[in-house]
């Protein structure tokens, strides 16, 4: 069992050549993806499980919870996308002939809960919407991963703003089915990197501010969030190295999985930052009278930065 992910098991053999052959198990209730760079290894291990359980062998993955999977053997890429689901979520809530919109989210929106005394939309229908959405930005589409973020906040009270926040997701799905998360196979060196950034203080109802980072591997975005932080941020300094911290405890677990998984990155991991101050902070075991109230957890990063 692999030591990043419980739900990932690794076996690796040596040949008679001295080749290294390895096999990837990876498994998601009943369904179960074999990954490995010798056939007859993953015939051996078909077997091993055809013995123990009962299994049913679906060949070579085309679709699976959701996700359409599609290999380019020429051109060595792998692409991963959901059509067929977001297409169903158009048309379950009579969406499939709308217009469409270039963005997920309306730049510089902002919302608000509803006061006691203004009277909500269908509340059940928003959630289930929401739920639907929810599942695509954690699968496959990181581009709406801020929006569904935003929006679930609202889901006991929505109202009439929120409503038209869901819609235009909705509206951007229509103009990006076609959209996928692509993987190459071409690179020398599978080399890592990541983004972090914040919102800070756009929550309008609790002024906390919003966390969110990006990795991608040889340029495909392989883990996304955003995330409402847990307190509030006294300047964007602070909001940026909250988020620092949120976005170094993935990088982390990305690089410690990678390894177990035999693609152990020898070289550092670059995460980019676009606030000086929060860089320098980093980097800098200084403190200052707007900087020294930073809870000293959020600085952990700066031990990872050293090593």
Known sequence: MNSADSCLYVKTVKDVIGKINFVILALYVD???????????????KESLSKRFNISDQGEVHFILGMLIQRDRKERTLTISQPKYLEGVLTRFKFDNCKQ??????????????????????????????????????????????????????????????????????????????????????????????????????DLNTRRSTSGYAFQINGCTRSWSSKGQLRIAKSSTEAKCIALSTS????????RLRKDLGFAQSKPTVLFEDNQSANELSKNPKFHSRTKHIDISYHFVREQWRS
């Open 248 to 255: 170094s405890q993935e990088l982390i677990w990305l690089r």
């Open 31 to 45: 369904d179960i993806l074999l990954m490995s760079n010798s056939t007859d290894m993953v015939a051996r291990e």
């Open 101 to 202: 919109v270039s963005t997920s989210f309306e730049p510089g929106r902002k919302f608000e809960k509803l006061s006691d005394c203004d009277t909500p939309i269908d509340t059940q229908r928003y959630q289930m919407i929401i739920g639907c959405l929810t599942y695509a930005s954690t699968a496959t589409d990181p581009d709406i991963a801020a929006a569904v973020s935003i929006l679930s906040q609202f889901m006991a009270k929505p109202g009439k703003q929120h409503w038209e926040g869901v819609k235009r997701v909705l509206l951007y799905i229509k103009e990006t089915l076609d959209y996928c998360l692509k993987y190459s196979a071409n690179e020398k060196e599978i080399t890592l990197c990541g983004y972090s950034d914040a919102d800070w203080g756009g």
